[in-house]
């Protein structure tokens, strides 16, 4: 592949009547790299995998896998990803054996390769003892490690995965981290949406922040964690109007005035834990001092709040929310587009 990038996608527009999920949308991503396209519930982030799996057309702009146009090379931009959606799409009543070994029929695999690729993968996603079982009795986590697998039949040089993680209990998201990881190891690059933010601040190598359908800042999570201050002070105030006024001091006092979350106080700070002392003292002066008091380190989280004002976990903005995936549902599912 040399230097040429593994996606690259510049001025992508995606309109559903009036309804604009993307708007402009650029990023690129080397090869061999995770890549974290993030935003909350709504902001477009599976319209762009739709896109770059050849299930959507884009408005306007153009998108690149491997240097293929994903309109005007749609087959063969096919054949080089793997696509495991927000849902499991295998079929619950076959076993996971089967579920693999159908896919890569699907997928054209030499029939010689077919067996040895199922049990590869179902070892190396730990699933052998439940490998003849009806994927109906499996977990949630088993479930998700059969699709990513399913995806990976054909060995793509590329992979994107759309909300992996979501609904697993944190046993399973860690195991399924330290598998992505192992794969990038290998040679695959992986584009990875996500809501969690904590996600993406411990897999990717650089991130996009997509809210309303726009690219709001595009960056490693490093960077991104420097510029907002690398320590967060939490004040819980017990009430929300104490909080309000605790605020208002402080913002007077310091130079960020902090978020306000009904009882709670969040402030970032480029110089540690130090101003909290002189913080303290001011609110003890004016009869406010805080029920619990917590520091810690900053996270994308507290990058994505500081941005957009809200969480990323939050759903989306509510009716007419501009990056709302469109009319005809999330991301497309199945294992290998």
Same mark, same amino acid.
């Given at each position: 592949m040399g230097d040429r990038d593994a996606i690259a996608v510049d001025g992508l527009t995606r309109t559903f009547g009036r309804l604009?999920?993307?708007?402009?949308?650029?990023?690129?991503?080397?090869?061999?790299?995770?890549?974290?396209?993030?935003g909350p519930n709504g902001a477009g982030k599976s319209t762009a995998i739709r896109v770059l799996t050849t299930i959507l057309t884009p408005t306007g702009g153009r998108a690149e896998v491997l240097g293929?146009?994903?309109?005007?090379?749609a087959a063969t931009v096919r054949g080089l990803i793997g696509l495991a959606g927000q849902y499991a799409a295998v079929d619950p009543n076959l076993t996971g054996r089967e579920n693999l070994r159908l896919?890569?029929?699907?997928?054209?695999?030499?029939r010689s390769r077919i067996r040895p690729r199922a049990g590869e993968l179902l070892e190396r996603f730990d699933l052998v003892d439940a490998?003849?079982?009806?994927?109906?009795?499996?977990?949630?986590?088993?479930? !998700? &490690?059969?699709?990513? %697998? =399913? $995806? +990976?039949?054909?060995?793509?040089?590329?992979?994107?995965? *759309?909300?992996?993680?979501?609904?697993l209990d944190p046993q399973s998201r860690n195991a399924l981290w330290a598998m992505i990881r192992e794969l990038v190891g290998e040679g695959t690059t992986v584009l990875l949406t996500t809501q969690y933010l904590e996600e993406a601040d411990k897999l990717a190598d650089r991130v996009v922040v997509i809210d309303h359908g726009r690219v709001i800042v595009d960056d490693t999570p490093a960077t991104l964690k420097s510029r907002l201050g690398n320590t967060v002070i939490?004040?819980?105030m017990a009430?929300? !109007? &104490?909080?309000?006024? %605790? =605020? $208002? +001091?402080?913002?007077?006092?310091?130079?960020?005035?902090? *978020?306000?979350?009904?009882?709670?106080?969040?402030?970032?700070?480029?110089?540690?834990?130090?101003?909290?002392?002189?913080?303290l003292h001011l609110l003890e002066g004016n009869d406010l001092v805080p029920r619990t008091v917590a520091v810690r380190e900053s996270s994308l989280d507290d990058v994505f709040l500081a941005l957009t004002g809200h969480h990323a976990e939050a759903d989306g903005a509510g009716p007419?929310?501009?990056?709302?995936?469109?009319p005809d549902g999330g991301a497309g599912e199945g294992s290998s587009p």
């Open positions: 604009t999920a993307l708007d402009d949308v650029s990023f690129h991503v080397p090869p061999q790299s995770i890549f974290g396209l993030l293929y146009d994903v309109v005007r090379q896919i890569g029929r699907l997928t054209h695999l030499p490998a003849d079982r009806p994927v109906r009795t499996y977990s949630g986590g088993m479930r !998700r &490690r059969l699709d990513i %697998a =399913a $995806a +990976l039949v054909p060995a793509p040089p590329v992979l994107l995965l *759309d909300e992996p993680t979501t609904g939490e004040l819980d009430e929300a !109007r &104490r909080a309000s006024r %605790a =605020a $208002a +001091l402080i913002g007077d006092g310091f130079a960020d005035r902090p *978020d306000v979350d009904g009882p709670r106080l969040t402030l970032a700070s480029r110089d540690g834990s130090r101003p909290l002392l002189d913080m007419g929310n501009a990056g709302h995936d469109g």
